[in-house]
């Protein structure tokens, strides 16, 4: 399974667009991007997802470069309940096993 | 209500007895899967199964039993509990190999 990579932490000011990166050098054809937010002790929550075109749903949109090998999680319009740790996972499509990496810490500020 | 619920919410048990945490979804999903996450370390899969009495290891299986004998459960078994074994652990399931993962709001699992 393809590793990821992201910055441990990262600051956004409330209201202001929050662009998380990620990394996946190794992606492989089948692979699936991921990405969950963990607030607090609470489960992952999923936020979206996709193989290679870009993605948009009610919470983000998901910016997957040409070659794949990096991605962009965008929270359009951060608010305070948006800071969690955010994990970017590359999944395999052979197995379903999704491996979770150490995110990254989005501190949202007022 | 429909979902997946995980059992106990804290447990306290005491090293080498045997401990086992519930896994509950009622959704019919065929793959489900365990993790446990530690300060420091992220989640970390400790096993996953594709279907009912279908199981596979995976990162941190070491101390830890599963089995799915029917689609909605899947039980994770310590069978002698050490202290390195406490953690929070959650449970995860979904329908289909590259949909998004539903997860559960954990256990606290504490081994004196």
């Known amino acids: 399974d393809a590793k990821t990579t992201q910055p441990p932490s990262m600051d956004c000011a409330e209201g202001r667009a929050a662009n998380l990166p990620c990394n996946h050098s190794?992606?492989?054809?089948?692979?699936?991007v991921y990405w969950y937010r963990q607030i607090h002790s609470q489960g992952p929550q999923y936020i979206i997802h996709?193989?290679?075109n870009n993605e948009t749903n009610e919470m983000a949109s998901l910016i997957i470069t040409e070659d794949r090998k990096s991605s962009t999680l965008i929270l359009p319009h951060a608010t305070l309940r948006d800071t969690a740790v955010y994990y970017c996972?590359?999944?395999?499509?052979?197995?379903?096993?999704?491996?979770f990496g150490q995110g990254t810490t989005l501190q949202v500020k007022p | 209500d429909a979902g997946i619920t995980q059992s106990p919410r804290y447990k306290i048990t005491e090293t080498g007895r045997q401990v086992t945490l519930m896994c509950h979804q009622t959704w019919s999903h065929s793959y489900m899967f365990w993790y446990r996450q530690d300060l420091g370390h992220g989640l970390r899969l400790i096993y996953y199964s594709a279907a009912a009495d279908i199981t596979d290891k995976g990162e941190v299986p070491d101390g830890y039993v599963v089995s799915r004998s029917k689609t909605e459960n899947f039980p994770l078994t310590l069978e002698s509990a050490t202290r390195s074994q406490t953690s929070v652990y959650f449970c995860?399931?979904?329908?289909?190999?590259?949909?998004?993962?539903?997860f559960g709001n954990g256990t606290r699992l504490t081994v004196t």
């Open positions: 996972i590359v999944g395999s499509g052979n197995t379903g096993k999704l491996i």
């Open positions: 996709g193989l290679k």
């Open positions: 995860a399931s979904t329908w289909a190999r590259e949909a998004p993962l539903h």
């Open positions: 190794t992606i492989s054809g089948n692979e699936y």
